[in-house]
């Protein structure tokens, strides 16, 4: 009798992972219908591209050199009082004057090559596969071309600072980088002695991250930088094989930013008392949820994880999604910029769906705009590409 009870209690088990991998596997391929037309045609616009890199943009504002990134603080302008000093802050309101030719220069990179493994991973075609390395070389390893692997000259302010810790979060862009050259590894057109110099380069950049002053305040932060300064760490880790660093992103996401971050209902204190609430919950919700999809293994499910005071990655999505449903129901004041824009199809509601087996997410998400064309919107969207992060 106990090895038929036993026996009934297996298949029972059995199927409940049968029935959950099928629902998962379900929403995957929902999202590659609607996003498949899309991918391929933003990828063979791709594949009449040639690399543009930081190299093609200088500026005598950059205290670094021609390999060095550069960008301006965004919330930073000239001073009426004294027009030749030091800029002064308008928080919340965008200086369309500030360097930003590197930034768009690494979002049009991460962009591309993101549409170029998607469509490999939709058509095994080795055609985007080369050209996504085409790309990756100029960015990570022609001397000519390449891109210094730190921040230092990142978020300057005319007259105060050449650079500043809280530009790091800049290099969120460089995400989709590393997890489309993680994708394409085993690909024909591969070269194992080029994936050493790809490698290195992510590994001196982490080495600068974790040791330098500004990565040091950045990941101290207490807010959507901070979230960020483990995301993006987490990115590259995985693509390294760092595991002590994946173990420090696991500890940060579970005790630090989990529990001083989010507020017993789910939301961010921090992001709401800013200029941009609306905008600011949903950029920190994406980032700690792609902790979630990026760090989540059979040790550690990141997406089931609760604190002691039931503080968890679901309660999140569960406090802003009505919001996102309905955006004129969000009780706290509208951002100062770009209200009308958010949200679109914010990657915590797929990886959610997938993760929480809430097709209603899903839904919501199918809805929205996959597309968007305002630069503000793309910057705080590095997860693009959601194929290449199943």
Known sequence: ???????????IILFSCL?????????QKEAITLLKSGILKEADEALRSNPITITNFQTERSAGGKHDFFSEGDYWWPDPQHPDGPYIQKDGLTNPDNF???RTAMINFSKMIGALTSAYILTNDEKYARKAFEHARAWLIDTATRMNPHMLYAQAIKGKFTGRGIGIIDMIQFMEVAQSLLKLEHSKSADKVEYKLFRNWFDQYLKWITSHPYGIDEKNAVNNHATCWTMQVAAFAKFTGNKLLIDTCIYRYKYVHLPEQMDIDGSFPKELNRTKPFGYSLFNLDAMSMLCQILSDKYNNLWNYSTQNNKSIEKGISFITPFVKNKDSWPFKKDLMYW???PVAQPFLLFGAYALKKDDLFNTWEKLDHAPQTDEIIR???VRHPLIWF
């Open 1 to 11: 009798m106990k090895t038929y009870f036993s026996l009934f209690i297996v298949s």
């Open 19 to 27: 029935n959950l991998y099928g629902q998962r596997l379900n929403i």
């Open 100 to 102: 930003t030719a590197h």
């Open 340 to 342: 009308d824009q958010w």
């Open 380 to 382: 705080n969207l590095p």
